[in-house]
């Protein structure tokens, strides 16, 4: 998994009392085959982009700080996967990337599994999954 980290966003007391996180843009996962990220699914959002709209998933990818600033995942398998289950917002959620697959029109297709987790998962549970993905992919 690349880049998926906390950032420790910079935080910053502008008047009062009152505390403020400076808030980030999300970042795109730009995985190599074999690679594989999970979070809690935050929805989808649509973008644009070189070549006109589209919809990425996003993730809320826990670490041990916390979160790491949302991460986008974007390619129309995992789009329809989500789509055509009944995946609510806060479900733990596992993308694997296989690869780039050339469909029969010649354009490229990213190849991914989407899982779901089967009932209720902890904090503590996903950050120890995430702690063991990280460690898969140091190897």
Sequence with gaps: MKDTQNTDAPV????GDIQWNKLEPPKSWKPEPGDEIAGYYLGTSTRD?????YNVVMLAVPDDKG???PVMISGIQV???IDGSSTKPGAFISVTFSGIEVTANGHNMKVM???EASGSITFEQAQKYMASIMKEDAN
Excluded: C
Excluded at 12 to 15: A, H, M, T
Excluded at 49 to 53: A, R
């Design 12 to 15: 910053e007391v502008r008047s």
């Design 49 to 53: 982009g070189v070549y006109g709209q």
């Design 67 to 69: 979160f790491s600033r």
């Design 79 to 81: 789009i329809q996967a």
């Design 113 to 115: 599994d989407v899982y």
